[in-house]
Nanobody, 115 residues
Framework: QVQLVESGGGLVQAGGSLRLSCAAS????????MGWYRQAPGKQRELVTT???????SYVGAVKGRFTISRDNAKNTVYLQMNNLKPEDTAIYYC?????????WGQGTQVTVSS
C-alpha cells in the first residue's frame, strides 16, 4: 500500500509556473508507473503525464512542451513542473501510483490559472 500526498498547488496568472510535489509513504523505486491526473469542474478526470520506474515519460498533447514530470527515488517524491500555464489548466491535480495492477491516489491539490 502507498499513501500519496500532493502539494504545491495555488493561484497563478496565465503564463506563470508552479511545481507540484507528490510525496509517497514508502519507496517508489518498485512502483511501475507514477502519474499525474487532473479534473476540471464538470469534467472527467484525465491523465496528464506518467513516468515509469525506468524513467520513461509520456504527456497528453495539451501539456507537451510545457509540463515536465520527474521522480526522485531517494526522496520518494514525484514532481510536476508546469510552465506557461493557461486558464484551461485549472483543475484539481491528483497523483497516482500504479503498481502490480493496483491504483493509489492522493487527495489532490487545486491549481487555478487566472487570465
Amino acid at each position: 500500500q502507498v499513501q500519496l500526498v500532493e502539494s504545491g498547488g495555488g493561484l497563478v496568472q496565465a503564463g506563470g509556473s508552479l511545481r507540484l510535489s507528490c510525496a509517497a509513504s514508502r519507496s517508489i523505486v518498485s512502483v511501475n508507473v507514477m502519474g499525474w491526473y487532473r479534473q476540471a469542474p464538470g469534467k472527467q478526470r484525465e491523465l496528464v503525464t506518467t513516468i515509469t520506474s525506468g524513467g520513461g515519460t509520456s504527456y497528453v498533447g495539451a501539456v507537451k512542451g510545457r509540463f515536465t514530470i520527474s521522480r526522485d527515488n531517494a526522496k520518494n517524491t514525484v514532481y510536476l513542473q508546469m510552465n506557461n500555464l493557461k486558464p484551461e489548466d485549472t483543475a484539481i491535480y491528483y497523483c497516482n501510483a500504479n503498481t502490480y495492477g493496483l491504483n493509489y491516489w492522493g487527495q489532490g491539490t487545486q491549481v487555478t490559472v487566472s487570465s
